[in-house]
């Protein structure tokens, strides 16, 4: 049974360095072919894709926010963490992190999401 | 970026009804489109993959198609259980991207 679950503060500030973990169980992520993305969705409005880690550590960022993003892993711990600095309030979304798999391209699995909002 | 036009935003139906929704690409992404079932408070829910391949579990009344760049989602005969938001997701060269999505809301 393939799970994961967001975990990381649901209140920052302005400027401050978001740290998210994904924990997840089911697979393990040194299996060809699997990575684990993160997406995000502002209330109310559309999905978007930040970035994905790889099976091989191989790594793939939003062409729009890569400066702000790094993702790693920790294959032993099953966990994948996202850093995103220099938070604004257009920042606040939920967080989701979600199982992917190259040989569908999509996206199989996800977390529940985690609402971070960014506020002084 | 490719950029998705997801169509309608909302949608009213009735149970039973045929109901189709549409998403165009901006440029060729080949079969390389997703759709997502999404219930309010929820994580979206993996439906079809590759255009046309139904994942496992989703009951056979969704399906896919492609026509060159757009791709249309149908729910054969709408069910209480498929009032949700869809949306569609392309993937091409490292770059993923979602429509804006579509709100299917009981008529």
């Known amino acids: 049974q393939v799970t994961l679950r967001e975990s990381g503060p649901a209140l920052v500030k302005p400027t401050q360095t978001l740290t998210l973990t994904c924990t997840f169980s089911?697979?393990?992520?040194?299996?060809?072919?699997?990575?684990v993305s993160w997406i995000r969705q502002p209330p109310g409005k559309a999905l978007e894709w930040l970035g994905r880690?790889?099976?091989?550590?191989?790594?793939y960022y939003s062409t729009s926010l890569k400066t702000r993003l790094t993702i790693s892993k920790d294959t032993s711990k099953n966990q994948v963490v996202l850093t995103m600095t220099n938070m604004d309030p257009v920042d606040t979304a939920t967080y989701y992190c979600?199982?992917?798999?190259?040989?569908?391209?999509?996206?199989?699995?996800w977390g529940q999401g985690t609402l971070v909002t960014v506020s002084s | 970026d490719i950029q998705m036009t997801q169509s309608p935003s909302t949608l009213s139906a009735s149970v039973g009804d045929r109901v189709t929704i549409t998403c165009r690409a901006s440029?060729?992404?080949?079969?390389?489109l997703a759709w997502y079932q999404q219930k309010p408070g929820r994580a979206p829910k993996l439906l079809i993959y590759?255009?046309?391949s139904l994942e496992s579990g989703v009951p056979s009344r969704f399906s896919g198609s492609r026509s060159g760049t757009e791709f249309t989602l149908t729910i054969s005969s709408l069910q209480p259980d498929d009032f949700a938001t869809y949306h569609c997701?392309?993937?091409?060269?490292?770059?993923?991207?979602f429509g804006q999505g579509t709100k299917v809301e009981i008529k």
């Open positions: 880690i790889d099976w091989d550590d191989d790594k």
């Open positions: 089911g697979f393990s992520l040194s299996t060809s072919g699997l990575c």
């Open positions: 979600a199982r992917y798999r190259t040989r569908i391209e999509a996206f199989d699995y």
């Open positions: 440029q060729s992404i080949g079969d390389w």
């Open positions: 997701q392309q993937y091409n060269n490292y770059s993923w991207t």
């Open positions: 590759k255009a046309s």
